[in-house]
């Protein structure tokens, strides 16, 4: 099957500094990739799609300009976590959808984030 | 809508067992359905899907059931094993949606299985 990474699989930053999460899809082009974000035993909460070559749509409360994402190529979106608090410290996962596959959405291996 | 919960459910099993997670959406315009299995660190890992025009889809040891009337949707595991345990989530995307690969995610429920 299709094939989504991210990088890093887990980063500690100090309070204050911005972090970058990459997402690329290995195989396929991808159009549109989505960002979700899940706290300890809880579900994925969608935070924004990420669109190629325009702005990424953010779900409602989710704020656009702490949680930067730029899809600047077929294959790579990135989510920068701008002046991170220790409540930003989740689990980040990005996915992307293989036009070619029936699948709806292939996954990252997700981003352990923890803020100190 | 949204999962917005705090404590998820559990369902314990012996190896071997049978088991069915449940799942219920509140989207009656959903026309697509996906059961994912995640592991502890790990992004969710894809098991099997329905369309709407189904109400049952089996795979392999699995099968997924769909009931639209009351909006369930069910996953069945046949003989369990104890590296199915994980976190299993359903998810759902919206007919009306603009993009494709944009899904809702229910409660999700962790699956143990005893030796």
């Known amino acids: 099957g299709a094939v989504v990474s991210q990088h890093p699989s887990r980063v500690i930053c100090k309070s204050g500094t911005s972090v970058k999460i990459e997402c690329r899809s290995l195989?396929?082009?991808?159009?549109?990739m989505f960002w979700y974000r899940q706290f300890p035993k809880q579900s994925l909460m969608l935070m924004a799609t990420?669109?190629?070559?325009?702005?990424?749509?953010?779900e409602q409360g989710v704020e656009k300009d702490k949680f930067l994402i730029n899809h600047a190529s077929l294959t790579l979106s990135t989510l920068t976590v701008t002046s991170a608090h220790p409540e930003d410290s989740s689990f980040y996962i990005c996915?992307?959808?293989?036009?070619?596959?029936?699948?709806?959405?292939?996954f990252g291996q997700g981003t352990r984030l923890t803020v100190v | 809508g949204e999962s917005v919960g705090l404590h998820l459910p559990t369902l314990s099993v012996q190896e071997g067992d049978n088991s069915i997670i449940n799942c219920a959406y509140s989207?009656?315009?959903?026309?697509?359905f996906i059961w994912y299995k995640q592991e502890s660190g790990k992004g969710p890992q894809f098991i099997i899907d329905?369309?709407?025009?189904?109400d049952k889809r089996q795979g392999q040891r699995v099968t997924v059931l769909l009931n639209k009337t009351v909006k369930h949707l069910s996953l069945q595991i046949a003989a369990t094993q104890p590296g199915d345990s994980a976190v299993y989530f359903c998810?759902?995307?919206?007919?009306?949606?603009?993009?494709?690969?944009?899904?809702?995610f229910g409660q999700g429920t962790i699956l143990t299985v005893h030796p």
């Open positions: 195989d396929f082009q991808a159009t549109t």
């Open positions: 996915s992307a959808r293989d036009p070619g596959s029936r699948t709806e959405a292939f």
């Open positions: 998810a759902e995307k919206n007919a009306g949606g603009t993009s494709y690969g944009k899904l809702t």
């Open positions: 329905i369309r709407s025009n189904m």
């Open positions: 989207n009656s315009a959903s026309d697509y």
């Open positions: 990420s669109n190629e070559g325009s702005k990424a749509t953010y």
